[in-house]
């Protein structure tokens, strides 16, 4: 699994004009699901976005994760995350997950942010979403569950 991790001042997805998640400050995760990926990739990245220390103390350090502030998460499936640009001019998308795999990944990875006393808020998988949000720093890091 692939996540693009941007804290966020705020952040919200709407699908057909319609808001389907809305958060105040927190994480904006883009989340993108390959071959091969499986629960315990998707525990391995929630756990360690829970324990991110990416959020600011009074002294300016990075020393607070968003559990620690109590802020939310707004969680976005990704598929392009895993587009290949090397060839060519149009990105091949072949190292993305199945969609009803990647649905089923995605889908327990917010339960376990969830599950970890985070409020997550989500898009709708496969459907064509506007994201928009404020990138708090900036701050803005790529995880990998595989080496």
């Known amino acids: ?3 693009v991790v941007q804290r966020c001042k705020e952040a919200k997805v709407t ?3 319609a808001i389907t998640g809305e958060i105040e400050e927190g994480l904006m995760l883009l989340v ?3 071959h091969g990926d499986t629960e315990k990739d998707a525990k391995y990245l929630a756990d360690k976005i ?3 220390r990416i959020f ?3 002294a300016g350090k ?3 994760s968003v559990t620690d502030t109590g802020g939310a998460i707004l969680s976005v499936s990704q598929f392009t995350l895993y587009g ?3 060839k060519g001019r ?3 998308f072949m190292a993305a997950a199945a969609p009803a795999e990647a649905e089923r990944l995605y889908d327990y990875f917010n339960q376990e942010l969830r599950a970890g006393g985070l409020r997550v808020e989500t898009g709708v998988f496969g459907a064509m979403m506007d994201v928009s949000f404020t990138n708090w720093g900036p701050v803005t890091l790529i995880l990998d569950s595989q080496t």
């Open 1 to 3: 699994m692939r996540v």
């Open 15 to 17: 699908v057909g004009g």
């Open 32 to 34: 993108g699901v390959t």
């Open 50 to 52: 829970a324990g991110l």
């Open 56 to 58: 600011e103390d009074d």
């Open 62 to 64: 990075m020393n607070f």
């Open 84 to 86: 290949d640009c090397r």
């Open 90 to 92: 149009r990105p091949n």
